[in-house]
């Protein structure tokens, strides 16, 4: 009870309406949903966002192409420069194989998706040639090769770069909230309201952003 009175309050303050003014309805690990004055709002918590973003790797991994921008992994790549050309080379396989050992079951014709791999499989080996000619520009090439396959293997590839995997989408969000914060709202705003007057903290900061209806 008391966490869905955060999240109300959260919203009054944003909007300085009073409650029963706007519906609100909660949904666990998403956070809270909200219809005021004939809009939709979505008011998350950081570990919102965060349970949120590391369910584009649970095998469906078509989700990070669609719901990250390429310039988070290009930012990524540019703040890790310890990542060696032959440890990224590597980590690129891996996320090969791992993305197209979870596509098999999207294909009901074993013949059909041996030839799309294959074909992968081609691009692939075009990327790591462009790696080792100018690692600076991986992103760019991948996106240029396949962006629909290879921006999530990039993407993957990097997680295989961090230690703890928590901190990879730790760091993630980190980016999205302070350099992206317009993608994640349909309007461009996104807002952020801290309940207590103490100490800034992730459990007591709430984001606030518009959504489609």
Excluded at 11 to 26: M, Y
Excluded at 105 to 129: A, C, M, P
Excluded at 185 to 197: A, P, R
Aim: proline share 1%.
């Amino acid at each position: 009870m008391e966490e869905t009175t955060n999240y109300i309050e959260a919203f009054k303050r944003f909007a300085g309406v009073k409650e029963g003014e706007f519906s609100i309805e909660l949904t666990g690990k998403e956070g809270a949903y909200v219809h005021y004055d004939d809009k939709e709002f979505r008011v998350c918590r950081y570990t919102d966002l965060l349970w949120e973003f590391k369910t584009y790797f649970n095998d469906d991994y078509d989700l990070i192409y669609t719901e990250t921008p390429f310039e988070l992994w290009g930012a990524l790549l540019e703040d890790h420069n310890e990542i060696t050309q032959e440890d990224l080379i590597i980590d690129i396989y891996k996320a090969w194989k791992l993305y197209w050992d979870s596509k098999r079951k999207d294909f009901l014709n074993e013949s059909h998706y041996t030839k799309v791999r294959n074909l992968s499989w081609g691009n692939f080996q075009e990327l790591i040639e462009k790696v080792k000619s100018n690692q600076d520009n991986t992103l760019q090439d991948a996106i240029e090769i396949s962006d629909m396959d290879f921006v999530p293997i990039l993407a993957l590839a990097i997680r295989y770069q961090f230690k703890n995997e928590d901190d990879f989408y730790a760091e993630c969000v980190r980016i999205l909230i302070e350099e992206y914060p317009d993608l994640f709202s349909d309007d461009g705003n996104f807002d952020k309201v801290v309940l207590t007057e103490s100490a800034e903290t992730k459990d007591n900061s709430y984001y606030i952003f518009s959504i489609e209806s």
